[in-house]
């Protein structure tokens, strides 16, 4: 297990409870970017969505995402420390995700998330998000969000 100091391993936790959070309101794209740098990468290739560079590209897709979907559910549990050096560190989770879209369809999915922060004069912010499936996606998940 990665050496972390406690309340630098909560800081972590709570960026990503946070995102949780703000992707689950479906409004204020704002509130969610303020989580990440400015640079931040965003790697969703893994299950079929889109790589993002900052956060012109995020907002975009995060806009569209809240106009598609009419609820949203994240639940995220079993956070692990894999990198710490100080002034960053890597953390994953693992999420089940639930989507009702707008036009009907519904999603799930049983992702973990890596999330890879940086200290910053604000507080810890996240510097590259990326996520792999752990189990087969559903197909809606590409009718849902496939055209971004």
Not at 18 to 29: I, S
Not at 37 to 52: K, N, Q, W, Y
Not at 140 to 146: F, K, Q, R, V, W
Request: net charge negative.
């Amino acid at each position: 297990m990665i050496n972390m100091p406690l309340e630098d391993r909560t800081a972590l936790q709570d960026l990503m409870i946070a995102y949780c959070y703000a992707v689950d309101r479906l409004e204020h794209v704002d509130e969610l970017l303020a989580l990440f740098t400015e640079d931040a990468v965003l790697d969703f290739s893994a299950i079929g969505l889109p790589l993002m560079n900052g956060h012109g590209e995020m907002r975009k897709f995060y806009e569209s995402v809240f106009k598609d979907m009419t609820h949203h559910a994240h639940y995220i549990t079993n956070f692990r420390p894999i990198r710490y050096d100080g002034n960053s560190g890597a953390m994953t989770a693992y999420v089940i995700g639930i989507g009702h879209s707008k036009d009907g369809n519904e999603v799930t999915v049983n992702v973990q998330y890596t999330f890879e922060a940086i200290r910053t004069a604000a507080g810890w912010k996240c510097q590259r998000y990326s996520m792999f499936s752990m189990l087969p996606l559903p197909g809606s998940l590409a009718e849902i969000h496939g055209e971004r």
